[in-house]
């Protein structure tokens, strides 16, 4: 099975979410950060490899950055290039040697990147895959945790719970 990637139209994704438009309108960083912790949980599950892309193509003299952040890439494109531009050029660039994924809302850049043999996903669906995701983790890690009483017996080795017991036992 080839390699999947996720490539997220950052500020796409961040204007289309209602949460994440409203924390932008106090916060754009603060925004763009919640994002990319959002997609680190779901990279962590997922284990897609997901580049998160943010226009940086209106600041004067922009050379672009890639940043590493936890387990995904961040990347600001370079002055004179949209973030439409990266992913269509990475894209054509993964070739269908990957599989990729790309999540926008933009219906043209829907339709060029499928032409370059991506999948895509609008920022409604991407939020439903990321809630299905949440909630299987839920489920399959955190609820089971809940369920199981710890106690300090189970958690000891048995020639020390044994002789715990023994105690308790001559105590009564």
């Known amino acids: 099975m080839a390699e999947e990637y996720l490539l997220v139209d950052g500020y796409n994704i961040v204007f289309a979410w209602d949460e994440l438009r409203k924390l932008a309108e106090d916060n754009l960083e603060a925004a763009r950060m919640k994002l990319a912790d959002i997609l680190c949980n779901y990279q962590g599950y997922s284990k897609k490899n997901v580049i998160l892309v943010f226009d940086g193509h209106k600041a004067k003299g922009n050379l672009g950055s890639v940043i590493p952040y936890h387990n995904i890439s961040i990347i600001y494109t370079k002055e004179a290039e949209t973030a439409d531009q990266y992913i269509e050029k990475v894209t054509r660039q993964?070739?269908?040697?990957?599989?990729?994924t790309v999540a926008t809302s933009?219906?043209?850049?829907?339709?060029?990147?499928m032409g370059a043999g991506a999948m895509r996903l609008s920022?409604?669906?991407?939020?439903?895959?990321i809630n299905r995701v949440q909630k299987e983790m839920k489920e399959t890690y955190i609820a089971p945790i809940k369920q199981k009483r710890n106690t300090l017996l189970d958690n000891l080795p048995p020639e020390a719970a044994a002789l715990l017991e023994k105690l308790r036992n001559e105590e009564t």
Do not use: N, P, S, T
């Open 106 to 113: 933009d219906a043209l850049e829907q339709l060029i990147i």
């Open 94 to 100: 993964f070739d269908r040697k990957y599989q990729a």
């Open 123 to 129: 920022a409604r669906e991407l939020k439903e895959e």
